[in-house]
């Protein structure tokens, strides 16, 4: 298949609203997808990379490069490209990927060369579309819909379940079954401001701990034990402590939800990132143990010894999950069987608070009659977590790709330091909309100090209100420190920069 075939569907599903358009347009291409290069085809089009990361920033992409008159380059040579980029290492390494990224864009038409200018900016992420690409999937194939998005939810990839459909028609579906050894993608949750908000959305639910951890989900048959991440990353070796902990439940074969967390020795739970350090090591685990320990916390069940529990409800997946879990291995919880009873709602707002005091990042409630969603961001899960923002001052900002070509894009975001200069706290794109896209570009160019095609310099003059969702430590950046999920909630332009908040400020949110 060409590259042009999923470069002008991207396009075109992009720019219409009609959920039946994009059904349609994603059903011509499934129809011309061969099997074999399906999964690339579904990777693409949600702007993702089968391998993840091949080295590439803007820098490597800002040379525009003269493009191929027809198109000529195929979706397997455009893997086959990525994966010798992808390769490349040693001296001379960033010489040689831009110089293997021109030879790509010069095969590329420009209609081409826009869509990997956003699939490798990272502009190009459309996670919603692959609700499009199971509708389009099933109508390309005659498929029930519903079977493909099971079949998804229980292979944890699209690709997947598209490859086998499109060489063996609908009956292949059939085969997508949860079973131990076979891990699914976590079910996902959406937010509500207070706990109030959740309980009048979801009716009788659990109020459950929010960790902050490492999302895993753990395979037990026997003694073998597989442990996964919400990637479906196989992460077995690094976690010997959770293997010790799954071979203690009183059940011969298990698939569980949890997080991985770790606690000081006053009982608080330690700062995500030295939890991601630990799980991360993979050359010496027994060093990594010692220095930290850490322990699973289970919420969810989703087969026991044969059952599949996928569309069982949440109080009967719990009931079984405290039959053959002990209870320090469980979430604390409380439920609102009536949330019409003033009392129950009270102790959940009161749980609430005593997780926080607690030192973790929330709660999620889950209504008690719904089922496992694999995969997907139901509305049966509603997490709560409070939004820390600050007002921090624009020091510079990068020109965007893509569709963001021609407008200033990328923040660098700064806090005050006592001697009155700024240290940059990091970088983002997230929450702007169109119109602050447009302003901002008028707004900093007018205080730009210097602008090197790339990045354009700024007096820092200008303030901002940002979100986000916490602090984590970072080499990258002066003071040490970087925001996590950092987004843009509105400019400040009545504030002055010495009004924005101070270093001190940030560094007193660490956990």
Request: charged content about 30%.
């Amino acid at each position: 298949m060409l590259l042009d075939d999923v470069a002008r569907t991207s396009r075109d599903v992009a720019a219409t609203s009609s959920r039946t358009e994009k059904t349609a347009l994603l059903a011509e291409l499934f129809r011309k997808t061969e099997p074999g290069t399906a999964p690339l085809v579904v990777m693409y089009l949600a702007g993702r990379l089968p391998q993840r990361k091949i080295g590439v920033g803007w820098a490597a992409l800002r040379e525009p490069v003269p493009p191929a008159a027809a198109p000529t380059l195929t979706v397997t040579g455009l893997h086959e490209a990525f994966d010798r980029i992808a390769a490349v290492a040693g001296k001379g390494a960033q010489g040689e990927r831009k110089r293997l990224v021109q030879d790509l864009m010069g095969a590329a038409t420009a209609e081409e060369q826009e869509f990997l200018l956003r699939l490798l900016g990272g502009e190009l992420r459309q996670g919603a579309l692959d609700a499009f690409a199971v509708e389009g999937l099933a109508a390309a194939t005659g498929a029930a819909a519903a079977d493909v998005r099971r079949a998804v939810m229980l292979a944890g990839s699209l690709g997947t379940v598209a490859r086998e459909v499109l060489a063996r028609g609908p009956e292949a579906l059939a085969e997508f079954r949860l079973g131990v050894g076979k891990p699914i993608l976590p079910m996902l949750a959406t937010t509500a401001k207070d706990v109030d908000e959740a309980v009048d959305k979801l009716g009788p639910c659990a109020v459950e701990e929010k960790l902050d951890g490492i999302r895993v989900q753990v395979h037990k048959d026997g003694d073998d034990v597989g442990i996964y991440t919400r990637t479906l990353d196989e992460i077995t070796d690094r976690l010997p402590e959770v293997v010790a902990a799954a071979r203690e439940l009183t059940a011969g074969q298990a698939v569980l939800d949890g997080e991985v967390i770790a606690f000081g020795e006053d009982g608080t739970p330690r700062p995500f990132q030295e939890v991601a350090s630990r799980v991360g090591s993979r050359v010496d685990v027994a060093a990594a143990q010692a220095t930290l320990a850490v322990a699973p916390v289970f919420f969810d069940l989703l087969f026991v010894d044969g059952r599949d529990l996928l569309d069982a409800p949440v109080r009967e997946r719990h009931a079984e999950l405290a039959r053959i879990t002990p209870e320090p291995r469980r979430v604390r919880r409380v439920e609102v069987a009536d949330p019409a009873d003033d009392k129950a709602r009270a102790a959940a707002r009161e749980f609430a608070e005593a997780t926080l005091a607690r030192g973790h990042e929330g709660v999620v409630l889950k209504a008690l009659d719904s089922a496992y969603s694999a995969g997907r961001r139901g509305a049966a899960w509603v997490k709560i977590k409070p939004v820390h923002t600050l007002d921090l001052v624009v020091l510079g900002c990068e020109w965007g790709h893509g569709r963001r070509t021609g407008k200033l894009s990328n923040l660098h975001l700064g806090a005050r330091r006592a001697d009155g200069s700024f240290a940059m706290l990091g970088k983002t794109f997230k929450g702007l909309t169109d119109k602050m896209l447009a302003w901002q570009t008028e707004r900093l160019q007018e205080l730009k100090e210097s602008d090197d095609g790339w990045v354009v310099r700024v007096r820092p003059e200008l303030v901002v209100e940002i979100a986000f969702d916490g602090v984590q430590r970072s080499p990258r950046y002066p003071e040490g420190v970087t925001l996590r999920f950092a987004r843009v909630v509105r400019y400040r332009e009545d504030k002055t920069a010495e009004e924005a908040d101070t270093v001190e400020t940030v560094l007193a949110l660490m956990p």
